[in-house]
């Protein structure tokens, strides 16, 4: 009787810790949803006011110092001697791809010879243009994310790790606007694939020539400040 009456008071505990557990989450999905109707009219920064421009003076000499810069470059080569597997790897990968460009680009205009031939053209030569675009996009994303990833991997120095976080943050970016600008070199996939005229490919292929390396620096920039 009595460990009956025991079990059945557990069990009507245990009922009620479940019932006020659903209550709770209820009440915090609540919350969320509270959350995510209003939070869009909370302010993500402070708004520009007069000390606006003190604030970006003293950034811009903050980044500019020297010292930091020289710091930064004694950083990197302590942690390239502490991490010289993943430096090596990330290095070989990087110089690797740079050195295959010639191959790649040769590879794309072999490609574009089938396109338009009945015997020979087919979806996965597109596919195939696309992974070559896409490794000869790879290079310079890769070594930035190497580098950053070096000297992320310290906090002695501040600057350091703030250069190597925003790197790391800025390289898909870079290696999305990189890949976007391959698609337009000769042979590649909007001349030989695509069929785009050449006056739109000289365009873009212009354009992005100046925009890749300024975005990607101004990214960088934004990401570390």
Known sequence: GKLKDAYSGYVEVLGNVQLK???????????????????????????IDLR????????????????????????????ALEHPAAGLL?????????????????????????VGNVTKDSYLLTIRAMLISAALATPWPLLVFGIGWLLSRQSEVFFAFAIG????????????????????V??????????????????FSRNLAWYVPAATTLGILVALT
């Open 21 to 47: 557990q659903k209550e709770v989450l209820s009440k915090a999905q609540r919350y969320i949803e509270l959350l995510d109707e209003n939070l869009w009219l909370l302010p993500s920064n402070q708004p």
């Open 90 to 114: 990330l290095a070989l990968g990087a110089v690797g791809l740079l050195l295959a460009t010639p191959w790649l680009k040769a590879r794309l205009a072999l490609l574009s010879k089938s």
């Open 52 to 79: 606006w421009p003190i604030d970006l003076l003293d950034g811009i000499i903050w980044i500019s110092d020297p010292g930091s810069w020289a710091d930064t470059a004694v950083a990197f080569g302590q942690q």
């Open 165 to 184: 976080t925003a790197m790391i943050r800025i390289a898909p970016y870079f290696w999305l606007l990189n890949a976007l600008s391959k698609l337009f």
């Open 186 to 203: 000769d042979n590649g996939l909007a001349e030989a694939h695509f069929r785009w005229p050449r006056q739109v490919r000289e365009v």
